[in-house]
């Protein structure tokens, strides 16, 4: 009886195709908007832990800066850091694996008949292991060469390209390169690491810090501390020691506020993460009323349909049917035209995100969970409101029916 009743179904969404695809088009915006939505939503949260991991894992970012009302900070007037802060906290502070002071500057790069505006960091060998770089190749900066402050700098995979991509099989090792108003020799490339959250990450020239201070900005400060903390440290006891030791070597009184302040890249990630979580969540709720609007058409030309059919359900009721069979039959026509459009919304859905994925610059995370609950949730819907219209039809008084025109 069931697939007799599915047969009779299905045939009826046959002889009205065009009704058909306009009654089940609102459930497929639903369901391609839902998991679109959701599909997309993850791949920028995916993106987004990526970048902040690219910064350094366990990594505690310290720049200076005065706590303002409402939440603000700014670094105007407050005291930079300088290298003995540096060794100080390597010193002083357990659960630190390295710690990079680094500063700065915008400049202009000039060499192999180009220019390329970029910026150059100065630091020690100490920043590749916080910020987690690896050279492609070449080498780092030698002891020697970091206490003199050489002439000699590394660059990242945009610079090389720019200045040394377009001649053949030249890499820029060993060429000279102009930083601002000095000559350095380029001793190593640095590996791509593409797009992170303040740009293009290997857009820069890395120098040693006493290059920078000396050739450079012409201070002996530096405006970031990175440190990296060892593999399972806690980093709340860690960023209370070195709170505490930056207020102590900066001399601040008790009732003084800090004029630094302290990142923590993993506590970051997990706040956009969630940020993106409750988004994402929200615009696939927004979208998910479009499933509602859908089953409300549904429920409109299932009526239309209970409507045009009067005679045909007189004509069944009279012979014998009974009235779950009526009620089943116009219930699967109704879960058959939901889940079919579920199935074209996933579709459309999939190749949707999958081209929303490739012009935002996202990953593609295809989620079989989303999709089957879209699913079945447009089946539900179909269960839902064509229980109304198929009700309506199983209590049709067979004598009335029969004499509707």
């Known amino acids: ?8 179904a299905l045939r009826s969404i046959r002889r009205n195709l065009l009704r058909s695809f306009l009654t089940i088009l609102g459930i497929v915006i639903g369901v391609s908007a839902v998991i679109t939505m959701v599909t997309v939503g993850n791949g920028a949260t995916q993106a987004i832990q990526t970048q902040i991991t690219s910064l350094g894992t366990n990594l505690l970012l310290v720049m200076p800066g005065q706590r303002q009302p409402g939440g603000g900070g700014g670094g ?7 290298e003995a802060d540096a060794a100080a906290i390597e010193a002083q502070i357990g659960g630190v694996a390295a710690v990079a002071p680094h500063g700065r500057a915008s400049v202009t790069v000039v060499a192999n008949g180009r220019n390329w505006a970029t910026s150059v960091t100065g ?21 020697d060469e970091q206490l003199a402050g050489a002439a000699v700098c590394i660059i990242g995979e945009t610079v090389r390209r720019e200045i040394f991509g377009g001649t053949v099989g030249q890499t820029g090792l060993g060429s000279p390169l102009r930083v601002k108003q000095f000559s350095c020799s380029v001793i190593g490339i640095l590996a791509a690491k593409g797009q992170g959250g303040m740009g293009d990450q290997d857009d820069l020239v890395l120098v040693p810090l006493h290059t920078l201070q000396r050739r450079v ?22 960023k209370a020691s070195l709170r505490d030791l930056l207020r102590e070597r900066r ?12 990142f923590d890249t993993q506590q970051l990630a997990e706040t956009m993460s969630s940020t993106m979580g ?9 979208a998910a009323v479009s499933l509602l609007v859908g089953g409300i058409g549904i429920m409109n030309i299932m009526l239309v349909s209970v409507t045009e059919r009067t005679r045909e359900i007189g004509l069944r009721l009279a012979i014998g049917a009974l009235e779950r069979e009526v009620l089943l039959q116009f219930l699967i026509e109704a879960v058959a035209l939901a ?17 929303l994925a490739g012009v935002m610059g996202v990953p593609f995370l295809f989620d079989p969970m989303i999709n089957l609950l879209s699913f079945f949730f447009s089946a539900a819907i179909g269960v839902l409101f064509g229980y109304f219209p198929a009700r309506r039809a199983a209590r049709m008084d067979p004598i009335e029916a029969l004499r509707h025109e």
């Open 217 to 238: 900005t012409g201070s002996t400060k530096v405006s970031t501390l990175s440190v990296a903390m060892e593999e399972g440290s806690d980093s709340a006891p860690l």
């Open 1 to 8: 009886m069931l697939l007799n009743t599915l047969f009779l």
């Open 251 to 262: 001399k601040l009184a008790e009732a003084d506020d800090d004029n630094f302040n302290i």
């Open 278 to 286: 409750v988004l994402t969540s929200l615009l696939g709720a927004v």
């Open 123 to 143: 630091s020690t060998n100490a920043w590749f292991e916080t910020g987690n770089w690896k050279m492609a190749s070449g080498r780092s900066f030698d002891p």
């Open 76 to 82: 105007g007037g407050v005291p930079q850091f300088t």
């Open 339 to 355: 889940a079919l459009g579920g199935l074209v919304g996933i579709v459309i859905a999939a190749a949707a995100s999958y081209a």
